[in-house]
């Protein structure tokens, strides 16, 4: 548990970093290793599969992050109302912070009260699915009509990209003569 | 010296780009055959898959990269993982409901077992591995894109 700590206490600093620093690149570093953290935290937690796709995402939105953002300059935008917006955050974290400190009280014991689907699904989901995984064996079968849905959202997700930075048929307003290559 | 040395980074990261890339799709492929016996799974190995043709984007440029995966590719494995994981889901009705295993389950810890799993594995990886390429594309695309306005 101590090192659970110690990794959570290392991503709110990753994050805070990241907010503050003014270069670009070292935000974006400093929110991968908020990523490789979290990733920690799963293997702790005693969830390779999750683990797994932790790292592998965080690097694919680490690598796109860096090929996007840098070498443009976005707008930092530093004016405005701050201290109004200081005040709201800081009482949004206090209020958070306190009902979480309330919540993990009472949290179980880790992984003891198994619950009667979970439990059929440990004594009976090698029997039954034939597989050793027992995280495969609840997406792809016992719950698979749930990763059918995710991969229609994947689907839509990747559509809804594609149509929105696409470069056929966008309107070209102040240079008619860029359509060189592609 | 190839004229693959034009575009690209430097030639130690070429270099080291062609050493690693093979490793990393053959990882890839090992964590989505063995997602029923090993952590892993689809959409993991899917992303890895994916990472290994980002990395030689990265090192070569894009046209090494699309020569090995183009568009048409791309748009026919999205499609084609989709409507293969709809198919297994409706293969399901020959025996009584949807998403049914109906083939036979082996024995466990072995690398053909557990029925329709495997199968679900390769459809999801080429799903997202393809999905989220294409992501990637449309993304650095359009980053040359805004350069060139400027």
Redesign the interface.
Known sequence: MMGLYILLIFMIVGAIIAIEVKDMLSSVIAVGAVGLGLSIVFLILKA??V???QL??E??CL??LI??TL??DLPFSTTGRWVFNTFITSVFMIVFFLVAVKCFKDLPEFGFPLMRVARTYIEHG?AL?????L???V???FR??D??GE??I??T??IA??TI???IGRKKV??PD?ESD? | MSKEHDKGMSLIVKTITRLTVGLILLYGIYIVLHGHVSPGGGFAGGVIITLSFIHLMLAFGKGVAFKRMSKNMMSLFESFGALFFLGIAVLGFSGGYFFLNVISKGEPFRLFSAGIIPLCNIAICMKVGAGIFAIFVALVLLDLDTDKKE
Do not use: C
């Open positions: 390779p599969d683990a797994i796709t592998v995402v690097i694919l690598i796109i090929r996007a070498r443009k090698k699915t034939g597989s050793t995984n995280v495969t064996s997406i792809l079968d698979a009509y990763t059918l991969a229609t994947l689907f997700a990747v990209v594609l930075v696409r470069k102040d240079m860029e592609e």
